[in-house]
């Protein structure tokens, strides 16, 4: 019988079923951040029992850690407690922890791809709700509270009712400037905040089969955002030329064969999903939002949409992201002026979104008055981008470049906005007092945040980079 | 975890679609390892701009300083996978939520400590919605797990519909990692065949 990917990777790791109905799954690879692990290993010490499998667990620093240069546990003084916790419980549990000073340390969904932690067709959980993130390398993931988590340590298994299956086909070719966030947002504007809610989403499609990895993972990551339980994109031979060689990855013969493996790795032709959308991708502009929850989005030459234009389901949540935005219907969104940039988070964070991001900033400034950040996904894509001179670019331009970690996005480790600030932003959440209290967030592309950082206003990328702007 | 087999106490209305955990459980400034989450429910909510209590939120308001229950719209508890989001209900006291609808990872937080997540179908939602407002803090309501039935002012006993394992996981307390562990043969058996089939998988080296 024809089967998806999901169905594929599901039935494999399905362990049996639990008293109470629901599947187990086994967990091949469980990634930690400090944020939430000193509950878990404050409560198994506690209950006497032992993590099954430490060897198939890593736990990453990333949530509070500053991002100044020579940044320590005290830079941020919130997140000192939460650092020291996770070293302990990571040394007494005897897991591979990359903390504040490793030359790997970085966001959970940044390093677990680029050491080669994740892999194709594996399930893989993180307590953080952008965990599908890694789903751009045909990984199986899913987001999960601090109970959760807990319950993974103890049994390496997830207790889980099986989701439904959506196919979200994205066809059509890219045009300039415009990459997997523009889509992304545009799917979520679609769909809705909660149109995947209870979905396992498979993408696919011409337009995603030509994006390079890492924006797969940007498609991945903002699986959430439209309520998705998990999100991946079949591996392909773009996934395997990208995974060769990483450290954690099999290696010589035995890489040959998790390869041959990795090949069927697809949805068999005439297999049936629950739902099936589609998006032409062909004729989209760079897009950004305009509001306070992701689908709140319209194309860069776009205004603020009239309330009637806007379903009346919405209307109400649409009144209040005017008002804490400042802005009124039928504003156009280029050209507003920003107080703050931000090109940083698991969203858009690794190598390639910096290039081209740097690609728009060389040889200009930013505005007089923009505080600008570049904060890389991991120490390595910081390392990388300082080999090839990016740190150079951004900086001559007048962006602070900061150490690795999740910084503004969430600002949990002190990286945040003042109040009435507009932010133009890399990451995934415009929420309310996100990026600091009374901040109002704009979700873009790192090149639109680029060009706003130029500009000093809402920017659309094509035409600073025709001259035009 | 605390068995659940029922409840009663004020139901608070707050009717807005897509309350995210970001407004549920903010990140405050000031951080520890013990957080006080009874003070960290929809703390910024709370507040007006100036720090002082916002009197037309509806936690602030007199009659539902003592809310049990709580009702919302679509979505409740989209965004962040922060646990905190349901451990400030339960420290309020608050161990019911009927909602129009749940973000997914927000509702297995509930049924992880106790918390009711009910979804009523949108009629007789509506209905109860209409009896929450009318009664505004005045009478209690209850919440009955065992015969699946919620009564209280202004009508009629309303019954729910809950999954049948998770009624059961709510009713009796269960500790899910317990029960679970009673599987771990069938676990340690499954990764035995998958490093046999797989053997990649079930090995995470470092191989430099």
Known sequence: MSRTLFDKIWDFHLVGQRADGRDLIYIDRHVLHELHAHHAFALLEKQGRPIHRPDLTFAVQDHTVATKAGRDDDTNPSGTAFLRAMREGTRKNGIRLFDIDDPEQGISHVVAPELGIVLPGATHAVPDSHASTVGGVGALAFGCGASEMTHILATQVMALKRPKRMRARLDGRLGA???????????????????????????????????????????????????????????????????????????????????????????????????????????????????????????????????????????????????????EPGTP?????????????????????????????????????????????????????????????????????????????????????????????????????????KVRTHLASPVTAAATAIAGRIADVRQLQSGSA | MQPFTSHAGIAAPLLKDDINTDQIAPVLHSRSLK????????????????????????????????????????????????????????ANDIRVIVARSFADIYRENCLQNGVLPIVLEPEVADAFTARVVAADGAAPFTVDLVTQRISGPGGPDISFEIAAADRVRLLEGLDDIGLTLKQMDEIVSWEQRAAAAQPWVQSARDNR
């Open chain 1, 177 to 327: 400037h415009v990459s997997a966030k523009d889509v992304a947002l545009r799917l979520i504007a679609e769909l809705g905040v909660a149109g995947a809610r209870g979905y396992v989403v498979e993408y696919a499609g011409a337009a995603v089969r030509a994006m390079p990895i890492e924006q797969r993972m940007t498609l991945c990551n903002l699986n959430i955002e439209m309520g998705g339980r998990s999100g991946f994109v079949a591996p392909d031979d773009t996934t395997f030329a990208w995974l060769a060689r990483r450290p954690y990855l099999p290696q010589g013969a035995m890489w040959d064969r998790a390869l041959e493996h990795w090949r069927t790795l697809t949805t068999d032709d005439g297999a049936v999903f629950d739902r099936d959308v589609t998006l032409d991708c062909g004729a989209l502009e760079p897009q950004i939002t305009w509001g306070t929850d992701p689908s709140q989005v319209v194309g860069i030459s776009g205004r603020v949409p009239e309330p009637s234009a806007i379903d009346p389901s919405r209307r109400a949540a649409a009144e209040s992201a005017f008002a804490y935005m400042g802005l």
């Open chain 2, 35 to 90: 957080e006080d989450y009874k003070a960290m429910l929809f703390h910024r909510a709370r507040q007006r701009e100036d720090g002082s209590e916002d009197p037309n939120f509806v936690l602030n308001k007199p009659q539902f300083h003592n809310a049990a229950i709580l009702v919302t719209g679509n979505n409740f508890g989209a965004g962040s996978s922060r646990e905190s989001a349901v451990w400030s209900m339960v």
């Open chain 1, 333 to 437: 969104l280029a050209g507003l002026p920003v107080n703050r940039v931000f090109i940083g988070s698991c969203t858009n964070a690794r190598l390639p979104d910096l290039e081209v991001a740097a690609a728009v900033v060389r040889g200009r400034r930013v505005a007089k008055g923009v505080v600008a950040m570049v904060v890389p996904g991991s120490s390595t894509v910081k390392r990388e981008a300082e080999a090839a001179g990016l740190d150079r670019i951004f900086r001559d331009a007048g962006f602070f470049w900061g150490e690795s970690g999740c910084s503004m996005c969430a600002g949990g480790n002190g990286d945040r906005g003042e109040p009435g600030e507009r932010c133009v932003s890399t990451t995934n959440r415009n929420f309310e007092n996100r990026q600091g209290a």
